[in-house]
């Protein structure tokens, strides 16, 4: 089962009489208090949707504070909405699935690299049937202003994709172009896209070198025969990815750092001194002219999936895990000697593991699973 992927069918959480404890790690704000969540994604607008999270969710009531009456909060169907909510508990902003179309659920949202997108996968039923079944996936992009979609695939796309779409963010789109073209819908042919097939490789797309139809996959790690590629990210100058490799059980994982080249070789983030395990779960956060790769360490022997409370004191020690970063220099077609670097020892931000990115200004973490959260940096 893959929590970033969400298409597990995870035990049920049974909430307890008590959501709301006391805590010791300041600005730790619930979201949909008490129920599952999963794909948690830090929001990156910070203009429109600031401190806000992007996630999904799971079936049964929703405990969050719906924007309008078409957002229902009862009887929710799993996977049926993307929401963006915020500290506060309100949905901002949201998706629904249009059944209509032969929606059966969504899956794999991830905010891209600009504020204004978001790319996700959408199941439907191979055979038309409203049961929802037999489910295959495509693979598209949805304008946050507008909810407008552009589908990069219709169709055979592996569930467990977990794309990510890099999109320059000084681009504006022009409303009134013609929206069936990537220049159109995105206002620049400047969009790579990068996605899990269903042979385990990252694809990697570049709109402006010729798109799908000159797709390139990148070369996988030794030594990790039978572990599932998961959630590449595409670095802001839009040049690597960081990816993790999870092994069946869960209990194990790698990360990695890869130039977008067929020829480039995967780099492993490795584990070094003070850190609680391998790192899972990388994302890219950039501070001015400054990189980082943040990421979330988990005991010996737990799987990467959050299952704790974490507002609870006795967890807040680092025992269920942390979140960290590590300041790195990057340079695309060069030496490998020269094309990645670490510049700092590894920072720790969080003794709670936080595995949904940082917010651009820097101030929020985000992470979901059993409990979802949104964290106030200090």
Known sequence: MMLSACVYEPEQFVESETNTKTSEVSGLFIVNEGKQICNPSMSQDTVNYPASMLWLNFGGTLKVNAPDSIYTVTKAVQHDRLSVSDTAGNVLWYLMRDTDAGDCQFQDPEWSTHPNYIVSLRAFDAKKSKTCENLDYGLFAVRVTDKKKFFFYDKDISEFATPHLWVDPAVVPDTSAKESTVQG??????????????????????????????????????????????????????????????????????????????????????????????????????????????????????????????????????????????????????????????????????????????????????????????????
Do not use: C
């Open 185 to 378: 819908f995105f206002g620049t042919d400047q969009v790579r896209l990068v996605y899990v097939n269903k042979k385990d490789q990252i694809v990697f797309v570049d709109f402006a070198a010729g798109g799908v139809k000159k797709a390139k996959t990148l070369k996988k790690p030794a030594d990790v025969d039978g572990w599932m590629m998961d959630s590449p990210m595409i670095s802001p100058d839009g040049n690597f990815v960081v990816y993790n490799m999870i092994n069946s059980s869960m209990t194990g994982w790698k990360s990695f750092i890869q130039e977008l080249s067929e020829d480039s070789k995967p780099i492993e983030i490795e584990k070094t001194a003070g850190m609680i395990s391998e790192p899972v779960q990388p994302h890219w956060f950039k501070f001015g002219t400054r990189l980082f790769v943040v990421w979330a360490e988990f005991p010996q022997g737990k799987q990467y999936v959050n299952k704790e409370d974490l507002s609870d004191v006795s967890v807040q020690d680092g025992s269920a895990g942390r979140t960290a970063m590590r300041e790195v220099s990057l340079a695309a077609g060069a030496p490998s000697d020269l094309a990645f670097v670490w510049l700092s020892d590894v920072i720790e931000l969080a003794p709670i593991p936080m595995i949904g990115g940082r917010s651009p200004d820097g101030r929020f973490l985000s992470t979901g699973a059993n409990y979802g959260y949104l964290l106030e940096l200090p």
